[in-house]
T-cell receptor, first 113, second 115 residues
Framework: GAGVSQSPSNKVTEKGKDVELRCDPISGHTALYWYRQRLGQGLEFLIY????????KSGLPSDRFSAERTGESVSTLTIQRTQQEDSAVYLC???????????FGPGTRLTVL | GENVEQHPSTLSVQEGDSAVIKCTYSDSASNYFPWYKQELGKRPQLIID?????GEKKDQRIAVTLNKTAKHFSLHITETQPEDSAVYFC??????????????FGQGTILTVHP
């Protein structure tokens, strides 16, 4: 079946603007994860959902970052008042259950000018 | 929370040689350890994983070993090929506590296989 999809693939925005990033997990996967990857760096955990609830928000860098998931499917990651340090690739992953293999989407490359 | 350390940060080998990447983890409750390969500009792809009830797993030229007592696991690639060149990430998943289900990644290893 279809893999994890993310949109947009690229987003260029001006400092101070809000952005919304979208993730469509694999159908039937109850767990959904957001990661950030700065250029040449590793993967930084942001938040994950089990169903529609987010048990662990510890990775969100600041209160400008928020995420929601509705209907145990699509999730959106919102970054308010973007800053240049928010520039990165935002990766989404999903898994059947919380301890199962995570499959990654192609990512959204965010550039804040 | 979990902390995963990965070494080396860069690894350069000749085609046909073996490559070994090592990771250590801190949370003894972790019980699932995947390895991901990420080519430039691409998404991370799972290449092999191991659960804590086994000590070794092989898939063709790739193998992973796990030592739960010492809390370390390693990726072994034999007969390396230029297409193995990529960044490799190890990870460990928390199996308890408030971080249950959270995957913590190592810092990554840039593997270069020279023809």
């Amino acid at each position: 079946g279809a893999g994890v999809s993310q949109s947009p693939s690229n987003k260029v925005t001006e400092k101070g603007k809000d952005v919304e990033l979208r993730c469509d997990p694999i159908s039937g996967h109850t767990a959904l994860y957001w990661y950030r990857q700065r250029l040449g760096q590793g993967l930084e955990f942001l938040i994950y959902f089990q169903g529609n609830s987010a048990p662990d928000k510890s990775g969100l860098p600041s209160d400008r970052f928020s995420a929601e998931r509705t209907g145990e499917s699509v999730s959106t990651l919102t970054i308010q008042r973007t800053q240049q340090e928010d520039s990165a690739v935002y990766l989404c992953a999903s898994s059947f259950g919380q301890l199962d293999t995570q499959y990654f989407g192609p990512g959204t490359r965010l550039t804040v000018l | 929370g979990e902390n995963v350390e990965q070494h080396p940060s860069t690894l350069s080998v000749q085609e046909g040689d073996s490559a070994v990447i090592k990771c250590t983890y801190s949370d003894s409750a972790s019980n699932y350890f995947p390895w991901y390969k990420q080519e430039l500009g691409k998404r991370p792809q799972l290449i092999i994983d191991i659960r804590s009830n086994v000590g070794e797993k092989k898939d063709q030229r790739i193998a992973v070993t796990l030592n739960k007592t010492a809390k370390h696991f390693s990726l072994h690639i034999t007969e390396t090929q230029p297409e193995d060149s990529a960044v490799y990430f190890c990870a460990a998943i928390a199996a308890g506590g408030t971080s249950y289900g959270k995957l913590t990644f190592g810092q990554g290893t840039i593997l270069t296989v020279h023809p």
